[in-house]
């Protein structure tokens, strides 16, 4: 069954500390991995997409990586803000079925003063 | 890109009644999707949107309980429909701007509360 599992469930950090989310999934084949953020009552807002050849991507403070071999991603926040207290969701693609995003459960972010 | 905005943004229903959402994208878009987010919970996709055909139903979802239209490249409705208070949740509209692996752009999402 193809899943996305994402760890930890909920994060609190202080600001300007550093912090790593994390993703695992089963999808096979595989097409490509997004990590969207979504802020509390918004739609969520892609941050970076990675295909299957990427390991690193960056987005400003964000950095993303990828091992399609573990089929692990994380996404690296540097020196956060309050402004990055959101939930942030992994999703995967698969290359069998049109348009079909695996959904992660989200990591809830919280960033205090 | 693409701006896509929902009408209305949140509403209080009554047992066994319906509600139409709207949303309008800014630009023609390819696909068009709608979404349920139960609190806490991740995003499930419900059905894609079709335009001048039927929506294509995820399992588990159904076109009596939530029909959709599309009736152009920019526009659809959800309508929730008979609502029982577990259909309290956020629906999320989402659009595809072209083939292949381009991003995916989701609306502000209809925040549904079920009495």
């Known amino acids: 069954k193809n899943q996305v599992e994402q760890s930890p469930q909920s994060l609190i950090i202080l600001e300007g500390k550093n912090c790593t989310l994390q993703?695992?999934?089963?999808?096979?084949?595989?097409?490509?991995l997004r990590w969207y953020k979504q802020d509390t009552g918004r739609g969520p807002v892609s941050l970076t997409i990675?295909?299957?050849?990427?390991n690193t991507k960056s987005n400003g403070r964000y950095t993303a990586t990828l091992d399609a071999d573990t089929k692990q991603s994380s996404l690296h926040i540097t020196a956060s803000q309050l402004s990055d207290s959101a939930s942030y969701i992994c999703?995967?693609?698969?290359?069998?079925?049109?348009?079909?995003?695996?959904f992660g459960t989200g990591t809830r972010l919280k960033v205090l003063a | 890109s693409a701006v896509i905005s929902q009408k209305p943004s949140r509403d209080i229903c009554q047992r066994g009644t319906s509600l139409t959402i709207q949303c309008q994208v800014d630009?023609?878009?390819?696909?068009m999707f709608w979404y349920r987010q139960q609190p806490g919970q991740s995003l499930t996709l419900i059905a894609t949107?079709?335009?001048?055909?039927?929506?294509?139903?995820e399992s588990g979802f159904v076109i009596d309980k939530f029909p959709i239209s599309r009736p152009n490249l920019t526009f659809s409705t959800l309508t929730v429909s008979n609502m029982s208070p577990e259909d309290s949740s956020i629906y999320l509209c989402?659009?595809?701007?072209?083939?292949?692996?381009?991003?995916?752009?989701f609306g502000p999402g209809t925040r549904l509360t079920v009495l």
């Open positions: 993703c695992n999934y089963t999808v096979s084949p595989f097409s490509n």
């Open positions: 630009s023609q878009v390819t696909m």
């Open positions: 949107a079709n335009q001048g055909s039927e929506a294509t139903y």
């Open positions: 999703v995967v693609r698969g290359t069998s079925g049109t348009y079909k995003y695996i």
């Open positions: 990675m295909t299957f050849s990427e």
């Open positions: 989402s659009a595809l701007t072209g083939v292949g692996d381009n991003e995916q752009f």
